[in-house]
């Protein structure tokens, strides 16, 4: 059993705490509202601190899965953050999706203190975690991941070192990409069908056993269908992400027109108020216009 802390409980955060919980570990928690850190202490039978610095107290590895870069700053660093009570020797994983920008700088302030850091951003949405069936790339020193890893196996299905520091992010970054395009790619192919009078469901049933199936395709396609967006990965969350991923390109040198192009049509969905529907909701967009 080992002492452990969680930061951060909200669709992801909840569930993965969770399975260390029924794991067998001493898990305490934090959350901004403190209402659910309570609720969840009382359905896993572990604890709550009322401030990151109270809950990580004692902790031989303290996790984060919080919203953005100046969320995952504010329960790391101050007098109330995590690092001012982690002790020597203890590992801090980030599972949050940050900017290489904010891991390095939290690295280099751990390592400092004597914490190691590893980023660990993960994959595989609400279903993922509460299934324990998440993908989790991961950036940092060698013994720092090998240390982590095996608490991290608990709610993943794929947990692998990429690289030094930093790499972790940039993993994510390239999985945000890839979705990008092909959400964007299932949602003209279901509008073209749409249009042409075919019927969704049967064209999915034959095409996603072939060269353009996918996990969006199989997932996403009858909520797509049925005009239901109220579930999944929120597009402000995704317009976060590419956000990082279109800021990290631009210093890097690479190249992403498509990445750039449905970052615009997903601020056309956020205009259309959907900013908290799932990412596939970029084929509501095509059906309206």
């Known amino acids: 059993m080992t002492k ?20 067998g570990h001493a898990v305490t928690v934090y959350n901004r509202t403190t209402a659910k850190a309570e609720k969840w202490a009382a359905e896993h039978g ?25 969320d995952l700053r504010a329960v790391c660093l101050g007098p109330e953050g995590a690092f001012a009570t982690m002790s020597e020797g203890s590992t801090f994983v980030d599972h949050t999706t940050v900017s290489a920008a904010v891991t390095a700088e939290l ?13 660990a951003p993960v994959s595989g949405g609400q279903a993922g975690a509460e299934n324990g069936a998440l993908s989790i ?16 196996n ?27 395009g092909l959400v964007q790619g299932l949602s003209e192919a279901m509008h073209f069908a749409s249009k042409a009078g075919l019927d969704g469901a049967a064209v999915v049933e034959v095409i996603s056993q072939g060269a353009a199936g996918s996990w969006q395709m199989s997932n996403r ?52 108020g ?16």
């Not at 452990?4 to 794991?23: E, I, N, R």
């Not at 947990?159 to 990409?177: H, L, P, V, Y």
């Not at 597009?235 to 750039?260: Q, Y």
Request: glycine share 12%; hydrophobic share 40%.
């Open 4 to 23: 452990m802390t969680f930061l951060g409980l909200g669709v992801m955060g909840y569930p993965m705490a969770g399975h260390l919980a029924k794991a």
């Open 46 to 70: 572990g604890s709550f601190g009322k401030t990151p610095a109270e809950a990580a107290q004692g902790a031989e590895i303290v996790m984060a899965c919080v919203g953005n870069d100046d």
């Open 107 to 119: 690295y280099a302030t751990a390592k400092d203190r004597g914490i190691a850091f590893v980023d």
């Open 137 to 152: 790339m991961c950036g940092g020193d060698q013994a720092d991941y090998d240390w982590a890893e095996p608490v991290m």
């Open 154 to 180: 608990v709610y993943s299905k794929l947990c692998r070192r990429i690289g030094d520091s930093g790499a972790g992010q940039m993993t994510k970054m390239c999985n945000q990409i890839a979705i990008a």
């Open 221 to 272: 396609y009858e909520t797509m269908l049925a005009d239901h967006f109220e579930h999944g990965f929120a597009v402000d969350w995704m317009r976060k992400d590419l956000g990082i991923c279109l800021s990290t390109a631009n210093e890097n040198g690479a190249s992403l027109p498509v990445t750039a192009l449905v970052d615009q049509f997903y601020k056309d969905v956020q205009k259309m």
């Open 274 to 289: 959907g900013g908290r529907w799932d990412t596939s909701a970029l084929f509501k967009r095509l059906q309206q216009t």
